[in-house]
């Protein structure tokens, strides 16, 4: 397929699904702003302490590689006039992006996987050990699964995300069967 194919006509409107984590990033940012204040005044002070400054450092690096980690901005463009979808995800420590040809994705579904529950009575009577976690993954037409988050999430998002690529899909192949 050419760079820039043609527009495809009577294509489905382009999709757009972001996930961001404003919040956690809000509340990340204001705690190791905190912390860093807090390293500081220990330095700083009438009577300078190292080791408090070591203690509120290292907490705000371990929040920063946190922020790093969980702060990305997740996205699904597609595009039905050019026949392209396009996977990707920003962050502090860079971006990514992946682009498919629409006839290359088969579909979407959710992908299930059983992690330790962080829960403080988890294994108790009333609190599994372990709780489900589920992320939508891409399914090309040769069988390989792309995750479209990193971080496993709650199901009613997954699946939200899931039902809104399969109608597009199936939209965009009912106006090119031959795709």
Do not use: C
């Not at 760079?3 to 489905?12: G, S, V, W």
């Not at 993954?137 to 699946?159: C, F, H, I, N, S």
């Amino acid at each position: 397929m050419p760079p820039n194919p043609p527009p495809l006509p009577d294509a489905p409107p382009r999709l757009r699904l972001v996930k961001r984590r404003t919040a956690l990033v809000v509340l990340t940012s204001f705690v190791i702003f905190v912390l860093l204040a807090g390293a500081g005044s220990f330095l700083l002070g009438p009577y300078p302490r190292p080791a408090g400054t070591a203690l509120f450092g290292g907490m705000a690096l371990v929040l920063l590689l946190l922020l790093g980690w969980v702060g990305r901005t997740d996205r699904i463009d597609g595009d039905g006039p050019s026949g392209r979808l396009v996977l990707s995800a920003a962050g502090i420590f860079g971006r990514s992006r992946r682009v498919f040809t629409l006839a290359e994705i088969s579909h979407a579904e959710i992908d299930r996987e059983s992690v330790a529950s962080t829960h403080p009575l988890a294994g108790t009577a009333s609190v599994p050990l372990y709780a489900d976690a589920e992320r939508p993954v891409l399914v090309l037409a040769d069988g390989r699964r792309l995750p479209v988050w990193r971080v496993t999430q709650g199901t009613v998002e997954a699946e939200h995300w899931v039902t809104r690529v399969n109608a597009w899909l199936a939209a965009w192949r009912g106006s090119h069967p031959n795709e």
